[in-house]
């Protein structure tokens, strides 16, 4: 089973001319040059998407080799005047240019004037937060060694969810979890998880109880009212000790081939992956680019050029420094 993963930055700016006159400034500034898309390609030979799409290796070798010649930014427009920007390699915002003391996401905001942020899910999960004056805010961990898990890249990691305080803890891990400690924004984005979570547990208790009428009818036919509401209480309570009792084995297997076919995928499953989630929602356009999955950027540059131009989306390509 593959585990959730999603490398999503944001700019609080709808202006693509200028947020394109940001990245080609701070990219040729560090040696980068603007390029058209070039061909799919490897050692020379000329590549179908199709092949490298059906070709494992092919598609191991050419994302290695690719990002040593090409980087590419998506920008998709998303909602209440925020950009959504999607990157090949993923992280490269995240880095900082040779001799340069920030990473680029602050650089960017800085060119612009406008506060921008980075949600980055992959085992470990990291907010990025920049503000218009270049300052950065890292919140999250990394899915590294303990002698790194205070550092994303060369950035100091400020609230490491591993080891927090007390007060962090209360902070990232209550009711209604603070997650932008540095960019001062609306209401609404700060409730969105939250909100996600409700939904969600309406969403599965309504599923449950309707697993348990279901059943019951099936399996207790007979069972008196007032015993039947009994045992409903029960399960709520301790699910794990009514398995274990008489029929729990076949309850539990109807209960887990009912649970698997539940439209669960944006179920709360950690803490940053629920806040992404509940941004992408809430900030994603429609069709949606905050999470591409299966068909990730560079194969929607290659493929989808006519959608991607419908949709309003604007794609920029670049020659790294080597």
Known sequence: MSRFSNFTSYIRCNNLDLIEQGFSRI?????SRRIPLPPLSIDGIDLSVEEIENDVEKRRCYNSNLANELWMFGLFVGELGWTIVKSFPPDVLCHRAKDVDRPRLSELAMHINSDTFYIGCNGGSVLMEADAKGKVFISGSVDRDDSEQDKFFEEQIN?????????????????????????????????AEQELKEEQNRRFEEWQEQFLDDYAKRYFPLMPPNELEQ???????????????????????????????QDFSDMPSGSLITFERAIGRFLGATPSYWHLGRDPLVYRAYTQQEQLEADGARLLYFRPTQ
């Open 159 to 191: 609230l490491v969810d591993s080891i927090q305080s007390l007060e962090q803890m209360k902070l990232m891990y209550s009711k209604a979890p603070q997650r932008f400690f540095l960019l001062n924004v609306p209401e609404q984005m700060q409730r």
């Open 231 to 261: 045992w409903k209480i029960r399960f709520r309570q301790n699910k794990q000790q009514l398995f274990q009792e008489k029929g729990g084995k076949k309850l539990f297997r109807a209960w887990s081939s009912e649970y698997r076919w």
């Open 27 to 31: 990219l040729e500034q560090e040696g």
